[in-house]
């Protein structure tokens, strides 16, 4: 039976026409015929549920855990009463550590006097657009589970991660990139499902980009861009659209086709996003990039800003992945080169969004997985999901200021614990979207992003 929807209809026809060769008929008013037949894109801006503070984020995973207490929450209790044994959770059980007060120097930065460590001078010289929250914890100790829950809000099962929410909840700011794009030179823990979209749409799921002198291979020869090219692409779409109307509309096949889609768009915009040339030295020199680099987390910097001046609405950043990260169990000095290979790119990357006008429109989150236990018997520091700092900035966040108040060794929350899903929930909200409204219909159960909590901390919002 033929379907009632007339547009169907005589695409349809044209398509059968087309394909004996109508007589009379140029090409490319056939194709014409077809565009205007089926016009329609996937990924459609979509409203939120409010009005936005923020259109795009940018999300900095700094894997494997950096610590709280030598990085943004000062102990000087800690640092007085270091080595004094108290009783100290382990990964596996609890016994008597002597507390490890930290090597690195604190002191008030920018006009808001917010307290930063000596490895991050730069980021610290930026102190007024942070918002530190002080108070973060998540569920489970192990890298595994805390790394996805930071991305998906489970601990337990891989569910969809936040940048795939928001492409769901939101759409595409530019049809020829993909919404979610994922820079990532080295898996983390949890592999490629800390940006999967599992149950969503498979449109919605990360892209990965991996630094280097290709990070999208073939996409060097841009594709023509002529007028009867498009059409063409038109019809080729409308025929991909009735192959999978065919099939029961199968969105593993509609997400094939919505990739070849971008595909074509990436040729056209990519190579230019990743074509540095066009960077002035003074900004280079502000990220601290070097001529010929493309794979540093400076590098990585610079071109989520360029992705997100393209319109992408969502940029992740995974600074290492599994091995070699921020993993400081035999020496806290581990920290020092960590901290020097994205303390000026970030510093950078909040200066450029704005000198360039992308501030107000633009929520940076910096984040990990856990932070560090204030008690070891070595130089280094545990696991610890109790209460840890990550940082948001932007246009949409009040800056210079600190959310929530650790006890004096900076192990637990004592005012405005911040969960994993108030951390989820204040970012939906930034980006326009009631995280209690975000859901999407799975095996008889209606799925969000932060399960069935999740607090807005409106206090921390511009």
């Known amino acids: 039976m033929e379907p009632a ?3 169907i209809t005589s695409r349809r026809g044209f398509l059968s026409r087309a394909a004996l060769g109508a007589a009379g008929v140029p090409l490319a008013s056939q194709l014409a015929m077809c565009a205007r037949a089926f016009g329609g894109r996937a990924l459609e801006p979509q409203p939120g549920t409010h009005p936005a503070r923020a259109q795009q984020l940018i999300f900095v995973f700094l894997t494997g855990g950096f610590s709280q207490v030598d ?3 000062d102990k000087p209790q800690l640092r007085k009463d270091h080595g004094k044994p108290v009783p100290g959770e382990s ?6 550590q002597p507390l490890n007060g930290s090597p690195f120097k604190f ?3 920018g006009e808001s006097g917010l307290v930063i460590s000596e490895l991050f001078p730069l980021l610290g010289d930026r102190a007024d657009d942070l918002c530190v929250i002080r108070t973060l914890h998540t569920d489970i100790l192990e890298h595994f589970q805390a790394v996805l829950a930071m991305h998906t809000g489970s601990a337990t099962v891989p569910l969809p991660s936040l940048g795939a929410w928001l492409s769901y909840g939101l759409g595409t700011l ?3 990139l993909p919404p979610y794009v994922v820079l990532c030179e080295k ?7 800390v940006w999967d979209s599992n149950f969503l749409p498979p449109e919605h799921q990360g892209m990965r980009l991996v630094p ?4 999208s291979p073939h996409l060097s020869s841009p594709a023509p861009t002529a007028t009867l090219a498009e059409l063409e692409a038109r019809m080729l779409a409308d025929v991909n659209a009735l192959h999978a109307e065919a099939r029961g509309n199968d969105p593993n096949l509609a997400a094939r086709i919505h990739s070849f889609h971008t595909a074509r768009g990436m040729m056209r915009v990519a190579p230019a996003v990743f074509d540095l040339g066009d960077e002035t030295q003074a900004t280079r020199d502000m990220y601290g990039l070097p001529d010929g680099d493309n794979e540093s987390f400076a590098w990585q910097c610079l071109v989520a800003r360029r992705l997100v001046e393209q319109g992408v609405r969502t940029v992740e950043l995974i600074d290492t992945g599994a091995s070699n990260n921020w993993d400081s169990h035999g020496d806290m000095q581990d920290h020092r080169p960590k901290a020097q290979r994205v303390d000026r790119a970030l510093a950078a990357l909040l200066t450029d969004l704005k000198q360039r006008g992308l501030w107000d429109n633009t929520l940076v989150a910096i984040c990990t997985e856990f932070g560090r236990s204030p008690w070891d018997p070595g130089k280094g520091r545990n696991h610890w999901h109790r209460a840890f700092s990550s940082l948001l900035a932007g246009g949409a966040i009040k800056g210079g200021t600190a959310y929530g108040v650790t006890d004096e060794y900076g192990a637990l929350p004592i005012e405005n614990p911040v969960h994993v899903h108030d951390y989820h929930a204040t970012i939906l909200h930034a980006m326009g979207i009631d995280h209690k409204q975000l859901t999407y219909r799975y095996a008889g159960r209606d799925f969000r992003l932060t399960d069935v909590a999740g607090n807005v901390l409106h206090d921390v919002l511009a």
């Open 174 to 176: 530019n049809p020829n």
């Open 187 to 193: 898996l983390p823990y949890a592999g490629s499902q």
């Open 107 to 109: 002191w008030p930065r």
């Open 91 to 96: 990964l596996r059980e609890v016994t008597t």
């Open 71 to 73: 990085t943004f929450d």
């Open 5 to 7: 929807d007339p547009r």
């Open 212 to 215: 280097g002198k290709q990070p």
